[in-house]
């Protein structure tokens, strides 16, 4: 032991100090090395566009199920008024198509059809249609409903 200034230490020289080429890691090091910063960038960098590429899917999904949602209940309803007019009168084949007046369904359009099936037994059975069309990006999305009366 020899003194080196105030305390008492081995000064003695260790073989690692020797070396000329650094170890990657030092087991005594409390620091990251330059590499190991780089690849937890890259794994944050991975992590992180998957996660807004994930966000922008499921707000996709999202804008699609309330499309579906409306069209749907548009469809009832205009299902419910034809019931109501096959109920009412007799009508042997209709065709038709339009947009609901209202403003918050401007995107939405709608189809019907109503037709008389072959009768069984002497029963005459109606089948009523809607469509409930509307775009989505490029494509047409449609939403229909059947009844049989």
Known sequence: ???????????ELRKADLNPKPAIRNPQSKAFTLLEVMVA??????????????????????MLAD?????TLLATR??????????TRTVFQKEDEG??????FKDYTWKESISQLQPVENVTITEVRVAVLWKEGERQEMVELKSYE
Not at 67 to 71: E, L, N, P, S
Not at 78 to 87: A, P
Not at 99 to 104: A, K, L, S, V
Request: charged share 20%.
């Open 67 to 71: 499309h579906i949602t409306t069209a």
């Open 78 to 87: 205009k299902m419910n008024e034809n019931l109501v007019t096959v109920g």
């Open 1 to 11: 032991m020899t003194n080196c200034g105030l305390r008492i230490a081995n000064c």
């Open 99 to 104: 947009e609901f007046p209202e403003e918050e």
């Open 41 to 62: 960038v890259a794994i944050l960098g991975m992590v992180l566009v998957s996660l807004i590429g994930l966000k922008n899917r499921s707000m996709q999904d999202v």
